[in-house]
């Protein structure tokens, strides 16, 4: 439970005390997270050779669409809710949670091939 703690929090994989992005980024600036690129404490490399990261776009997608597929259930099957109302409500969280999603798929990435 420790590791999924870390990786929400965006821990180094290797000391977990320093943070692997220097920014959190804004969703509403379309400003994405700015990464450390390397551990301050323990001097740990987190993009270990270019195009390191191409992995983690699909991380991202995956959890974009568990977001997508739980706002379907929760607007359209339960609340009941018109297909139109319920498509500016998932394009609405999808963009939300753009930068946690950034920091969150690379997080796992980088946790994956410690």
Excluded at 38 to 56: M, S, T, W, Y
């Amino acid at each position: 439970m420790n590791k999924v703690a870390n990786v929400l929090k965006g821990k180094c994989p290797n000391c977990k005390k320093d943070n692997i992005f220097k920014s959190k980024g804004n969703f509403l600036l379309f400003r994405i997270p700015k990464m450390n690129e390397r551990c301050q404490k323990c001097n740990f490399k987190f993009e270990k050779e270019p195009g390191f990261f191409f992995g983690a776009m699909y991380v991202s997608y995956a959890l974009a669409v568990a977001q997508m597929i739980a706002c379907f259930i929760i607007f359209w099957v339960l609340l009941d809710l018109s297909p139109l109302v319920v498509f500016f409500i998932i394009a609405f969280v999808v963009m939300a949670s753009m930068t946690f999603n950034f920091r969150v798929s690379r997080a796992i990435w980088i946790y994956l091939f410690r």
